[in-house]
């Protein structure tokens, strides 16, 4: 089965306005975290949620997380352009020791 | 800051021929991953490795790969027969105990 599924697949907005991304995963987890990856290049890591937090926050990220419905969600405020990229969850599952596993992602499209 | 570097950034093999991707992950870290995205697709897990071992592996990682830490520096992925379906970006990742994950820039292979 697939961990960390994200939703939208693809969002277009305009500089100065906020952008939320969501992410499902189905089993349990230790904790959850978000990536950013600009085009053709490596994922860097943005946040990490533990399973027992509820939101988290990191300059203009904020992130929450709803372990009874299995849920994150990643809210980008004030985007720039310069957040054009594409965005995803990643999870370890309780039972999967070091497989951290993404999700298809979010691009996020920032208009200037 | 210290990177994981990998090396070369874009390889084209012939179908049937060995490739040997190559990191060097972050000198202190403890776990060391290969992952790859397919054009347009997800990240997908092949495997990880902590200790001198493989600690997990995904279903894509069949006998036609396998990895090697050399030395103290080196992360090796090697495809021993290259399809066509091996055409991605591979990107290798490292972490210290408890830590989130840090990428490398990928290289991207293609078979013909």
């Known amino acids: 089965s697939q961990q960390g599924e994200e939703d939208p697949q693809a969002l277009s907005i305009q500089e100065g306005e906020n952008a939320t991304m969501n992410c499902s995963y189905k089993?349990?987890?230790?904790?959850l975290q978000w990536y950013r990856q600009n085009s053709g290049r490596g994922l860097v890591h943005l946040i990490l949620?533990?399973?027992?937090?509820r939101e988290k926050h990191s300059g203009r990220l904020r992130v929450t997380l709803d372990t009874s419905k299995k849920s994150s969600s990643l809210l980008i405020t004030a985007s720039r352009a310069a957040d054009t990229a594409s965005y995803f969850c990643a999870t370890v599952p309780n039972n999967a020791g070091n497989m951290l596993t993404f999700g298809g992602g979010t691009r996020l499209m920032v208009k200037p | 800051e210290p990177e994981v570097t990998q090396t070369p950034s874009h390889q084209v093999t012939q179908m049937g021929q060995e490739v040997i991707l190559r990191c060097v992950p972050i000198?202190?870290?403890?776990?060391f991953y290969w992952y790859r995205q397919i054009l347009g697709q997800k990240v997908e897990f092949l495997v990880s490795?902590?200790?001198?071992?493989?600690?997990?592996k995904s279903e894509i990682f069949d006998d036609q790969f396998s990895v090697e830490r050399p030395d103290g520096s080196n992360f090796t992925l090697k495809i021993r027969s290259t399809k066509l379906e091996d055409s991605a970006m591979y990107f290798c990742a490292s972490r210290l105990q408890n830590s989130p994950l840090h990428f490398g820039n990928g290289t991207r292979l293609t078979v013909t």
């Open positions: 000198s202190n870290h403890l776990y």
């Open positions: 949620i533990r399973s027992n937090e």
């Open positions: 089993t349990s987890i230790n904790n």
């Open positions: 490795f902590y200790n001198n071992e493989i600690s997990e």
